[in-house]
């Protein structure tokens, strides 16, 4: 009898585990055909445009491009600007990392959202907000006359302005949750304070700095809107000469061998940040962040916290509010009205439209990466998962790898054709953007998908609930909250994205940060105040989304 139940049992658990396979197999087939037509198709697509002559590939023609100066010193400039914007970026955030987590201070709320503001601001107004700065006629040529637009200089101290709530945020929320009797127990026993500091915490804080490190040359190595508009025709990284390539010299083959670079550093990034992540997660034993935080002491902490708020005025205030002070340089709001009115320009409608066509679209794609998100963090909830799995875990972080020009690009050569002719579509643009908001949504909600008990999900399977109704009933509603930040981080990255609408959006239908772009390639003042403009609001949209994801992180009023 024993025995028989026993069987009984085991062939229960089969039977489960065969549902949950094929569920798992199901919500995995929707993303896995989104990704295989619209990011591998297209990507594959321009490659082998590039690579394949008469029907064989030419990989030989990799050596030929590497083998060209300027290709070299390309890919010079890409990597060691990215190593020296990650040293500074370093340099300067680490302070504000500690203060942020040790100290506690007015206005320590509102100063943590300032400092986020950056991060989530399309890399175009980046470029504008310091273009007004030190470009010709910003603040620094009318003050003393100096310039730093086309200079590396601009170029680094934007990275470090965009990348300073990633240090901020990495090692920060590490260092408040760091046990600080462990360092004053080193203090009780003769290490002198930077002795303490540097045997005890700085090997605990290691993995989120290198991790911070690593997000941080990521973002740098395939920096593409701030090199384009501060660099000029002297600085250029990878992806600006991909676009370089593609839209103006026109030459397909080395664009694609580019990507190939871009891509297989990229890859090689992830793998090295996915690994020290881990390492971080599983090494470290931390108390509540709330307990570690306290009020300046002695002349030594309050010079600091000044030093860090004097940072962040300069650094981050400063230029926003420069960005905001050119675009009402003209009187009665004359930059804005200007917004209104079609030139037949660079433009076939009026600037102003470009602010409906981007949150039209931003909102399209949205929709698209949530249910495409969430059908591939649900397949990824279980933790048992095999390698055909963890391969797909992998597929969906592959659009930060890959160029967002070639992306683009790919789109308008592969999907032009029937059953998939959708240049003309207005669909296009947020495809490409929901590529690279699906990963966010993934990271965002996985980790609350995974801290469901999955004996309430077993229970309803064996009640006899579908897996939809397990979906609906046990997991939406913990993870409900976690779906809405995924949305609003999707729908600030779709807001922003750049590097693939500059190819598709239509002249009648731009986005804001191609206006902005297209603006500044103007000459004269009227359109230098308009992208000024254009910046300032795309700079507020971007805030208030900000805001509001930060409303729902903090309210602890439900469950999360």
Same mark, same amino acid.
């Given at each position: 009898?024993?025995?028989?139940?026993?069987?009984?049992?085991?062939?229960?658990?089969?039977?489960?585990?065969?549902?949950?396979?094929?569920?798992?197999?199901?919500?995995?087939?929707?993303?896995?055909?989104?990704?295989?037509?619209?990011?591998?198709?297209?990507?594959?697509? +321009?490659?082998?445009?590039?690579?394949?002559?008469?029907?064989?590939?030419?990989?030989?023609?990799?050596?030929?491009?590497?083998?060209?100066?300027?290709?070299?010193?390309?890919?010079?400039?890409?990597?060691?600007?990215?190593?020296?914007?990650?040293?500074?970026?370093?340099?300067?955030?680490?302070?504000?990392?500690?203060?942020?987590?040790?100290?506690?201070?007015?206005?320590?709320?509102?100063?943590?959202?300032?400092?986020?503001?950056?991060?989530?601001? %399309?890399?175009?107004?980046?470029?504008?907000?310091?273009?007004?700065?030190?470009?010709?006629?910003?603040?620094?040529?009318?003050?003393?006359?100096?310039?730093?637009?086309?200079?590396?200089?601009?170029?680094?101290?934007?990275?470090?302005?965009?990348?300073?709530?990633?240090?901020?945020?990495?090692?920060?929320?590490?260092?408040?949750?760091?046990?600080?009797?462990?360092?004053?127990?080193?203090?009780?026993?003769?290490?002198?304070?930077?002795?303490?500091?540097?045997?005890?915490?700085?090997?605990?804080?290691?993995?989120?700095?290198?991790?911070?490190?690593?997000?941080?040359?990521?973002?740098?190595?395939?920096?593409?809107?701030?090199?384009?508009?501060?660099?000029?025709?002297?600085?250029?990284?990878?992806?600006?000469?991909?676009?370089?390539?593609?839209?103006?010299?026109?030459?397909?083959?080395?664009?694609?061998?580019?990507?190939?670079?871009?891509?297989?550093?990229?890859?090689?990034?992830?793998?090295?940040?996915?690994?020290?992540?881990?390492?971080?997660?599983?090494?470290?034993?931390?108390?509540?962040?709330?307990?570690?935080?306290?009020?300046?002491?002695?002349?030594?902490?309050?010079?600091?916290?000044?030093?860090?708020?004097?940072?962040?005025?300069?650094?981050?205030?400063?230029?926003?509010?420069?960005?905001?002070?050119?675009?009402?340089?003209?009187?009665?709001?004359?930059?804005?009205?200007?917004?209104?009115?079609?030139?037949?320009?660079?433009?076939?409608?009026?600037?102003?439209?470009?602010?409906?066509?981007?949150?039209?679209?931003?909102?399209?794609?949205?929709? +698209?990466?949530?249910?495409?998100?969430?059908?591939?963090?649900?397949?990824?909830?279980?933790?048992?998962?095999?390698?055909?799995?963890?391969?797909?875990?992998?597929?969906?972080?592959?659009?930060?790898?890959?160029?967002?020009?070639?992306?683009?690009?790919?789109?308008?050569?592969?999907?032009?054709?029937?059953?998939?002719?959708?240049?003309?579509?207005?669909?296009?643009? %947020?495809?490409?953007?929901?590529?690279?908001?699906? %990963?966010?949504?993934?990271?965002?909600?996985? %980790?609350?998908?995974?801290?469901?008990?999955?004996?309430?999900?077993?229970?309803?399977?064996?009640?006899?609930?579908?897996?939809?109704?397990?979906?609906?009933?046990?997991?939406?509603?913990?993870?409900?909250?976690?779906?809405?930040?995924?949305?609003?981080?999707?729908?600030?990255?779709?807001?922003?994205?750049?590097?693939?609408?500059?190819?598709?959006?239509?002249?009648?239908?731009?986005?804001?940060?191609?206006?902005?772009?297209?603006?500044?390639?103007?000459?004269?003042?009227?359109?230098?105040?308009?992208?000024?403009?254009?910046?300032?609001?795309?700079?507020?949209?971007?805030?208030?989304?900000?805001?509001?994801?930060?409303?729902?992180?903090?309210?602890?009023?439900?469950?999360?």
């Amino acid at each position: 009898m024993d025995l028989a139940r026993t069987e009984v049992g085991k062939a229960g658990r089969r039977a489960r585990n065969l549902r949950g396979s094929v569920a798992r197999l199901a919500l995995m087939a929707g993303p896995v055909a989104f990704f295989a037509v619209f990011f591998a198709y297209p990507v594959a697509a +321009i490659v082998a445009r590039g690579l394949e002559v008469d029907g064989v590939w030419r990989f030989g023609r990799i050596g030929d491009v590497l083998a060209q100066s300027d290709v070299r010193h390309v890919l010079w400039f890409t990597t060691w600007q990215a190593l020296a914007s990650t040293a500074l970026t370093l340099l300067v955030a680490l302070p504000g990392a500690y203060v942020f987590a040790r100290f506690d201070f007015p206005g320590k709320q509102v100063l943590r959202a300032v400092v986020t503001v950056p991060f989530v601001l %399309p890399t175009v107004v980046v470029g504008t907000a310091f273009l007004a700065l030190v470009g010709r006629g910003g603040l620094l040529d009318e003050l003393w006359g100096v310039r730093l637009d086309t200079t590396v200089w601009a170029i680094l101290l934007a990275h470090v302005f965009f990348n300073y709530a990633v240090v901020v945020r990495t090692v920060g929320g590490l260092w408040a949750q760091l046990d600080p009797r462990q360092e004053e127990a080193a203090r009780m026993l003769g290490a002198s304070r930077a002795r303490a500091w540097r045997q005890v915490t700085l090997p605990a804080l290691a993995p989120a700095v290198a991790a911070a490190a690593l997000m941080v040359f990521l973002f740098t190595f395939t920096s593409f809107g701030v090199v384009q508009i501060l660099g000029g025709p002297a600085f250029s990284t990878l992806e600006v000469e991909i676009y370089r390539q593609t839209s103006q010299v026109f030459d397909l083959s080395t664009a694609a061998v580019l990507t190939l670079i871009q891509f297989a550093a990229v890859v090689a990034v992830l793998a090295v940040h996915a690994w020290t992540v881990r390492r971080r997660e599983s090494a470290l034993r931390l108390v509540d962040a709330a307990t570690t935080a306290r009020r300046p002491r002695g002349t030594g902490q309050w010079v600091l916290l000044a030093g860090v708020l004097a940072t962040v005025a300069l650094l981050v205030v400063l230029p926003l509010a420069v960005l905001v002070q050119r675009s009402l340089g003209a009187p009665g709001f004359g930059y804005y009205r200007a917004l209104t009115e079609a030139d037949g320009g660079a433009f076939l409608v009026p600037p102003i439209e470009a602010i409906g066509n981007s949150l039209q679209y931003a909102l399209a794609a949205t929709a +698209i990466a949530v249910v495409i998100g969430a059908l591939a963090a649900a397949a990824l909830t279980r933790r048992d998962a095999g390698r055909f799995v963890r391969g797909f875990d992998a597929l969906l972080m592959l659009p930060l790898g890959v160029s967002a020009v070639t992306v683009g690009f790919g789109f308008l050569i592969a999907l032009d054709e029937p059953p998939l002719d959708l240049r003309a579509s207005w669909i296009l643009v %947020p495809l490409a953007q929901a590529l690279v908001g699906v %990963p966010f949504v993934v990271r965002t909600m996985l %980790p609350v998908l995974r801290a469901v008990d999955g004996r309430l999900r077993e229970a309803a399977a064996v009640l006899g609930a579908s897996p939809w109704r397990v979906w609906r009933e046990v997991d939406l509603p913990m993870v409900r909250r976690a779906l809405l930040v995924a949305a609003g981080f999707a729908f600030a990255v779709s807001l922003g994205e750049f590097g693939a609408t500059v190819f598709i959006a239509r002249p009648d239908n731009p986005t804001l940060p191609v206006a902005v772009a297209r603006l500044l390639g103007r000459p004269g003042d009227l359109n230098y105040g308009q992208a000024m403009a254009l910046s300032t609001i795309l700079m507020l949209v971007c805030a208030v989304a900000l805001v509001v994801l930060e409303r729902l992180r903090t309210d602890r009023s439900g469950e999360f």
